[in-house]
């Protein structure tokens, strides 16, 4: 074992640049981080110590090793990137409904749970309950929306429908969508609170996602002793299964600081961490000034994550998939994810030799654990010794 703790945060949609495959997804032209710097003429100090320059043309000494992955899955959303990170490729994609749900879905929910829907179509959360949330409030109508993503969204006022309920709801509702035709990736509890005009969403989101089609390297962790600290929404987007720990978030901001209190405790396992406010807040919204600030804040945060790093951690960022705030539409955007890892322990430093996958990260997780590889990827952590 090379370290007794590895922590690996993903940021959420950080993509940097188009995929091989990216025609295929209508995303050619995409590069979330290249776009989003120049949009904001940014200065990453701390990423580009730990590489981002060189992966964008410069040539400077680097702290840690840095790099690219690419994603074999069929797919540019969030359980797809995450699965294939921890061993799972994804050959069938997520169903999406970007038109809305079919009639006959909507009618077998408000059957199981005895409430009316309105909305039905993509549109973003906060618009959609400042377009709604009065009539929800007078009906009790549930609130039934999508995205570009293979999601539904139930969004429901915390005192016109209790959150104990509104999970009960969510799950009947995963119950239906195992359907094949209606098998949606996730299924999402979406509260907010406030009156007419001031509505605000509460930070008790659920998700209800699939259980993963065969174990992953979580388990195997979990299995054999390990610890598996999720962080934000880690433990929803692997249905809880390989975890052993859970930490909900409000934000990104948030999510740092449950990074930087986990660092302090002791333990021998993986630390799995999401900051999602890119992609939802900033990269399906299209706000490239929102994505800038969003990046800066956890630039200077990285001196402080370092500083609470021990001789045998290991400190992994990357992405999920792309979320271009400059691009067209609003979907996720088919990229190369960038891979930076440090450690104070590295003898040496620099680019990995070649463009790899996302499964290489689970596979050399379980490598420097001495567990069973997962069908997909290769280890990376040989370029440390």
Known sequence: MQFKRIFLIV????????????????????????????????????????GLGNLLGGNNKTAGYYGKLAEMSNGKDTLTGHLEMMGIRSKVPFKTFPNGFPAELLKE????????????????????????????????????????????????????????ELYNI??????????EEWRVGRIIARPFIGTPGNFTRTPNRHDYALNPPKKTVLDELKNNGYEVIAIGKIADIFNNNGITYTIKTQNNADGIEKILDIMKKDFNGLCFANLNDFDTLYGHRRDPIGYGKALAYLDKSIPKIVKNLRED?????????GNDPTFKGTDHTREYTPIFMYSKSF??????PEIGNFGDIGASIAKNFELDAPSIGKDMFYLFK
């Open 11 to 50: 940021m959420d949609s950080v993509g940097i640049g188009e995929a091989k495959d990216a025609v295929k997804f209508g995303d050619v032209g995409a590069n979330t981080l290249k776009h989003t710097i120049e949009f904001n003429k940014l200065e990453l100090n701390y990423f580009n110590w730990l």
């Open 109 to 164: 929910i408000e059957k199981a749970t005895g409430h009316r829907v309105i909305g039905n179509r993509a549109e973003s959360g906060t618009e959609i309950i400042k377009q709604l949330g009065e009539e929800h409030i007078k009906t009790g109508n549930l609130i039934i929306y999508t995205s570009a993503d293979s999601v539904l969204q139930v969004a429901a006022h915390e005192e016109i429908i209790p959150l104990k």
């Open 170 to 179: 969510c799950s009947k509702i995963r119950e239906i969508t195992l359907k």
């Open 313 to 321: 951690d290991l400190l992994m960022f990357t992405a999920d998939h």
């Open 347 to 352: 003898k040496y430093t620099g680019k990995l």
